[in-house]
């Protein structure tokens, strides 16, 4: 087995599980950004990916930029069903072992997302993610688009886009009434892992918000989130997640892998207490 400044015997009492475990999608599962992928010309995706930025750091209100972004580019319906393959070819390094390891110790996952529903949906269920679980921004298409006459086309596939459906997602502040609306009733601690400042103003909804920086770093995610991560992996969300009991029962590998991702890249803590507990169940350093 792999030895570790972050491989001590688990502490008597430490660091605590989390029941529910949320994550965002862009950026955090997968290492693109979907809309700003829509964009086919040049000089639209540089001002498609500069009103992302400006939300996703929290300079404008995310419902200031959702809708000129899709009307910038008007996607048609296939274009975006096409972004389940963009997700699945971006995978974020550990996150089908971390999903499917969450799944193996009874853990409610669930995908909170200010992308687009339809690809959102399919590239979580296909991760492992109950359709149930997942939540994003749904699409409106122009359904006299297309060859929509020919019964031997995919008429659907050539629909416009028309519109998004406003709603809680395509605002920078409503992340936190999805998962409240998902929680509600559940019992068991809660866990949000997410890259930008939707996800970042969500964390009053959660017991624990863990920043994620290993895609896209944002200095106030950063700042404020009490756990950030900076290491280009999700693997140390499972010691996170799992707690220091259910974490050292983990397959050796998988553990070793965690605990060598941790010692190379160690947790921001912007709250003292927590890096104590942490390093209490997991050693090393905490910074």
């Not at 862009?26 to 992928?37: F, P, Q």
């Not at 892998?257 to 207490?273: G, I």
Request: glycine residues 10%; negative net charge.
């Amino acid at each position: 087995m792999m030895q570790s400044i972050f491989d001590p015997a688990p502490a008597a009492s430490g660091w605590p599980a989390y029941q529910h475990v949320i994550f965002d999608c862009d950026s955090t599962l997968s290492a693109i950004e979907g809309i700003d992928r829509l964009a086919a010309e040049p000089d639209t995706r540089e001002r498609i990916v500069a009103l992302t930025n400006a939300a996703m750091d929290g300079r404008v209100g995310l419902n200031q930029v959702y809708g000129e972004r899709l009307s910038l580019i008007a996607p048609t319906r296939r274009a975006v069903r096409d972004l389940a393959s963009a997700y699945r070819e971006n995978l974020v390094d550990g996150a089908a072992e971390v999903i499917a390891a969450l799944a193996a110790t009874g853990t409610d996952i669930y995908i909170v997302s200010g992308g687009l529903l339809e690809p959102v949906r399919e590239f979580g269920v296909q991760l492992g993610v109950p359709a149930a679980h997942i939540r994003a921004v749904e699409v409106d298409y122009d359904e006299l688009g297309g060859r929509w006459w020919d019964a031997a086309s995919d008429a659907s596939g050539d629909q416009a886009y028309l519109a998004y459906r406003h709603g809680e997602l395509a605002e920078s502040h409503g992340k936190a009434a999805i998962i409240d609306g998902l929680l509600k009733g559940q019992n068991g601690a809660s866990l949000l892992v997410g890259d930008g400042t939707s996800d970042l103003l969500a964390r009053n909804a959660v017991d624990l918000f863990v920043g994620f920086g290993g895609i896209a770093a944002r200095d106030r995610v950063r700042a404020e989130a009490p756990v950030y991560l900076s290491a280009p992996t999700l693997l140390p969300v499972l010691a996170l997640a799992l707690g220091h009991r259910r974490f050292y029962k983990l397959d050796t590998d998988l553990r070793d892998r965690v605990l060598t991702s941790l010692a190379s890249h160690p947790p921001h803590f912007n709250r003292q207490v927590l890096a104590r507990r942490f390093a209490a169940s997991f050693g090393g350093d905490t910074r």
